[in-house]
């Protein structure tokens, strides 16, 4: 039972690392509903993601430091320990606009 729980606290831990935006629950929301606002969420963040790549792609062709990949926080840096490097505050405005393009409302990140 302590295994259990132990590791349910640990999928909590390593869940709660990762940011995502909080939507306001608008007309949009409730007329699409959870999942598609889950679906459209994750769209906007790879599309962010995406960015960086291609961001970073001509950081590299122009020769730029390496420290402009180096984690802001040492929550960054957990986080990407575990999966996927937490967002910029570019990035998180760059899913802001394309959520709000998909006619949803965000009012922060948790």
């Known amino acids: 039972m302590r295994a259990l729980s132990a590791l349910g606290a640990g999928v909590i831990l390593i869940t709660g690392c990762s940011q995502r935006p909080v939507l306001y629950p608008n007309e949009h929301i409730r007329r699409v509903g959870g999942i598609a ?3 459209d969420i994750d ?3 790879r599309r962010a993601e995406e960015s960086r790549s291609a961001g970073d ?4 062709e122009a020769g730029t ?3 402009a990949r180096v984690p802001s926080s040492p929550a960054a840096a957990i986080s990407g320990l575990f999966g996927k490097p937490e967002l910029s505050s570019i990035q998180k405005v760059f899913v802001n606009k394309c959520l709000r393009d998909k006619g ?3 009012i922060g990140w948790n």
């Open 37 to 39: 606002a889950d679906r």
């Open 43 to 45: 769209d906007c963040i």
């Open 57 to 60: 792609a001509k950081a590299g």
């Open 65 to 67: 430091d390496a420290s």
């Open 104 to 106: 949803y409302d965000p």
